[in-house]
Every structure is written in C-alpha cells, then in structure tokens.
C-alpha cells in the first residue's frame, strides 16, 4: 500500500521561499521516479519538476527553472521542492507523485500512478 504524504505548504508574499517534502512508503522508491505537479483553480495538472531517484537526474518545467529545485533524502523516501523566488501564478495545490515505471522517469501524468492528496501553496 503505497502512501505519500506532504507537507510544507502555505502561504508567504512574492518574492518569499517555501519547501514542500513528500514522504513515501510502501513504494519500491529506488531506481523510480518521484515528481512534483500543481493545479491552480480552473486549470490543468501540470508537471513542475522530476527526479530519477536511482541517479538524481532532474527535470523542470520552463515556469519553474532556476526558482525551484527537486532534490531527494534517499535514506528517509523523502522528496523536496525547494520554491524560492514565489510568484503569485505558482499558487496552487501542489501534489507529490510516484512512478509506475522503473527506470523510466518523465515528467508526463501517465508515467505516474501514486499520488499524495496535495498541499496548498498561496503567494500574494
């Protein structure tokens, strides 16, 4: 039973630094891929970051790059997004997902079957 739990959301001011952490278990997390999306009200889940938990590769998408940074603790099955520079359209409900796939780590919804139920982020 795979479960994913985040936590460090909130709200903070543009400008300001958040750091989101995803603790899994019950999920085989070496040689995977664990991720990190967000959804703003009226729109779709989007990609935000990746990481290759088996050799640290990352991913992110072009909103995100160079403010955010997606790193691992390996012995704890612990993924971060570190959120710095905020802006007010990073605001949404941000979800930690884990891969279906060894080895293979995108960063496309499909290639993602474990999701956490999602923590809140607000920057005005």
């Known amino acids: 039973h795979v479960q994913l739990v985040e936590s460090g959301g909130g709200s903070v001011q543009a400008g300001g630094s958040l750091r989101l952490s995803c603790a899994a278990s019950?999920?085989?997390?070496?040689?995977?891929?664990m991720a990190w999306f967000r959804q703003a009200p009226g729109k779709e889940r989007e990609g935000v970051a990746r990481i290759a938990t088996g050799s640290g590769n990352t991913y992110y998408a072009d909103s995100v790059k160079g403010r955010f940074t997606i790193s691992q603790d390996n012995a704890k099955n612990t993924v971060y997004l570190q959120m710095n520079s905020l802006k007010p359209e990073d605001t949404a409900m941000y979800y930690c997902?884990?891969?279906?796939?060894?080895?293979?780590?995108?960063?496309?919804?499909?290639?993602?079957?474990?999701w956490g139920q999602g923590t809140q982020v607000t920057v005005s």
């Open positions: 019950g999920y085989t997390y070496n040689r995977n891929c």
């Open positions: 997902a884990a891969g279906v796939y060894s080895n293979y780590c995108t960063l496309e919804r499909g290639v993602f079957g474990y």
